[in-house]
């Protein structure tokens, strides 16, 4: 199980701590998801061989306007393992949703984003997983924390429907805001969601990850056909 | 009033928990209660938390690490754990928690998932970002100080 954090300058602590935290509450890896105009400098195989943590480059695209967020996007597509948009309005939600670089819609019913069954059928048309963001609930109170229930339960609801695809997250944003995998399913479990669909969505970055390294990896030519043993260098 | 005999006690399990902050944090035990029980309120509303009754019964907080036992009914520890994930910040710091395991009774709950001590945190002088700050640290985890806030980081990245 993977999970999808910020890290310095983005949030308070470096990848490295955060590693390290993932690895005590028992996650098999992070995914470094910071904003495009905050960026973290990390050594990724460094902090692995030290924390037996697997950490994937990430990226996470903020812009006002779909048309701005479509140059980033072409920038850092081949450069990085996963790439979500930073959702939370309907143009950066219908953006992302739409094309098929992008790997993740993060938070698409924050602020005043809202997800429809015409969203939630591209998605799935075009591969991109919708997050379940558990951030607010874990750590907002009252009517605000009312309101991203409600909002998940919705999402859960027309992304359960279609089938599409989709991961979870605690949002952590510093190494004090992890949660472990149990704690999430059993805070799922209050919120009406199975233990095992918490489970899936925790999985999903992970089989992300390995989708996306596999097509960045030199061996890969096109879907169903790689550079094999017997070819030789010319 | 007389015990009651031991059928109709309620049954309890114990959650070990390890709690961790910034090193100038100063948590006491009822300022962790309260928020437990705020906490169990909020996320499983009366019923819920009267059911869950999460009582402190341990608890040890110190140079930002601490440890704690908590009372849980039997067959809520689910919901327990839940309530427990939702505690954000306590007296205004943030705190990360995680459970370490569940027992049957106090002291195999202290001992099997509480027993080691960490290590006794040391403050030294790195360069970190270009600029010399103090860090507080302990088991590999640096926490660093700079102006008005800290920095989670790790040996790694102090060079």
């Not at chain 1, 009406?192 to 918490?198: D, F, H, K, L």
């Not at chain 1, 999985?203 to 990850?209: G, M, P, R, V």
Request: glycine residues 10%; aromatic residues 6%; hydrophobic residues 35%.
């Amino acid at each position: 199980m993977y999970e999808g954090v910020h890290a310095r300058p983005d949030g308070e602590s470096t990848v490295a701590r955060l590693a390290k935290t993932a690895a005590e509450y028992g996650f098999d890896g992070v995914v470094v998801r910071n904003h495009d105009d905050s960026r973290s400098e990390f050594d990724a195989d460094e902090i692995t061989a030290e924390y037996g943590v697997d950490v994937v480059e990430g990226i996470e695209v903020r812009a006002d306007a779909p048309e701005q967020a479509s140059g980033s996007v072409g920038n850092y597509r081949s450069s990085t393992t996963i790439l979500a948009v930073h959702g939370g309005t309907n143009a950066m939600n219908r953006f992302a949703v739409e094309n098929e670089k992008v790997d993740v819609l993060a938070h698409p019913m924050a602020g005043s984003g809202d997800i429809n069954h015409v969203l939630v059928k591209a998605a799935l048309k075009n591969g991109v997983r919708l997050e379940f963001n558990l951030g607010d609930v874990l750590r907002e109170s009252g009517g605000r924390r009312v309101r991203t229930i409600q909002s998940l339960r919705k999402l859960r609801e027309i992304v359960d429907y279609y089938g599409a695809p989709y991961v979870v997250s605690a949002d952590p944003r510093s190494h004090l805001e992890f949660r472990g995998p149990r704690e999430l399913r059993a805070l799922g479990d209050q919120l009406g969601i199975s233990p095992e669909w918490i489970e899936t969505g925790l999985e999903e970055w992970k089989e992300l990850a390995e989708r996306n390294r596999e097509i960045q990896s030199d061996s890969f030519i096109e879907p169903g056909v790689k550079r094999g043993r017997y070819e030789e260098e010319s | 009033m007389k015990h009651l005999p031991k059928h109709l006690r309620p049954r309890w399990r114990y959650l070990a928990a390890e709690l961790e902050s910034w090193p100038d944090a100063a948590i006491d035990r009822r300022a962790f209660q309260r928020e437990l029980w705020y906490a169990g309120q909020n996320l499983l509303g009366d019923p819920g938390s009267a059911d869950a009754d999460l009582s402190v019964v341990r608890f040890d907080f110190g140079d930002g690490t601490g440890k704690t036992v908590i009372k849980v009914r039997h067959g809520e520890t689910e919901s327990a754990r839940a309530a427990l994930a939702c505690i954000d910040r306590i007296d205004g710091s943030p705190v990360g928690i995680r459970v370490a395991g569940i027992s049957g009774t106090i002291r195999a709950a202290e001992e099997k998932f509480l027993g080691k001590r960490g290590q006794v945190p040391s403050e030294r002088n790195v360069v970190f970002e270009n600029a010399e700050r103090v860090a507080v640290g302990r088991n590999g985890s640096a926490d660093i100080r700079l102006d008005d806030a800290f920095v989670g980081a790790t040996d790694l990245d102090l060079v």
